[in-house]
T-cell receptor, first 111, second 110 residues
Framework: DAEITQSPRHKITETGRQVTLACHQT?????MFWYRQDLGHGLRLIHY???????NKGEVSDGYSVSRSNTEDLPLTLESAASSQTSVYFC??????????FGPGTRLTVL | QKEVEQNSGPLSVPEGAIASLNCTYS??????FFWYRQYSGKSPELIMF????GDKEDGRFTAQLNKASQYVSLLIRDSQPSDSATYLC??????????FGQGTTLQVKP
């Protein structure tokens, strides 16, 4: 069955380290998204992509980057992790410009 | 004013009752509207979407849209304890990005 996966599911890192969160989907969706979810803020869009080589900044993109070299993957990189980036990160993909299906999430703790 | 507003709850209903979840949005250009269910510690799961004014039914769920009032609702009939979760309203603006409300927590008591 087609699916969307994220790895790792849990990550603990230290301030200043570079961290990459993986997102892989087998639906062949063009659109992929990264969100963070925090208490009091709900889901906030970090970056998104409408296809290979296309990336766009979302609402809270500072300190994050993405690259899209194929249809299946959109890795999210934290260039220099900060405690404020402790959060639950969700990747999502969709066939069009609206419907999105979410991955299981990655819980990131920055100490 | 937040772009998508929901009452955080918790909304508590007895088993078998109708749960009514409400959402308002500020951008009149919004095109499509979504309801996601999120169990504690899990990812959001799409349960309903609606594009046109009126009602859309899917099993025990009914989504209602009133664009003139900028109002979307989700009705859950015959509520079950397994419906206890946080329900997220999301709105698609012309950019194709979803804007999420902060969610309403529903508690269905046996």
């Amino acid at each position: 069955d087609a699916e969307i996966t994220q790895s790792p599911r849990h990550k603990i890192t230290e301030t200043g380290r570079q961290v990459t969160l993986a997102c892989h989907q087998t639906w062949n969706h063009n659109n992929m998204f990264w969100y963070r979810q925090d208490l009091g803020h709900g889901l906030r869009l970090i970056h998104y992509s409408y296809g290979v080589q296309d990336t766009n900044k979302g609402e809270v993109s500072d300190g994050y980057s993405v690259s899209r070299s194929n249809t299946e993957d959109l890795p999210l990189t934290l260039e220099s992790a900060a405690s404020s980036q402790t959060s639950v990160y969700f990747c999502a993909s969709g066939p069009g410009t609206d419907t999105q299906y979410f991955g299981p999430g990655t819980r990131l703790t920055v100490l | 004013q937040k772009e998508v507003e929901q009452n955080s709850g918790p909304l508590s209903v007895p088993e078998g009752a109708i749960a009514s979840l409400n959402c308002t949005y500020s951008d009149r250009g919004s095109q499509s509207f979504f309801w996601y269910r999120q169990y504690s510690g899990k990812s959001p799961e799409l349960i309903m979407f609606i594009y046109s004014n009126g009602d859309k039914e899917d099993g025990r769920f009914t989504a209602q849209l009133n664009k003139a009032s900028q109002y979307v609702s989700l009705l859950i009939r015959d509520s079950q304890p397994s419906d206890s979760a946080t329900y997220l309203c999301a709105v698609n603006r012309d950019t194709g990005k979803l804007i999420f409300g902060q969610g309403t927590t529903l508690q269905v008591k046996p």
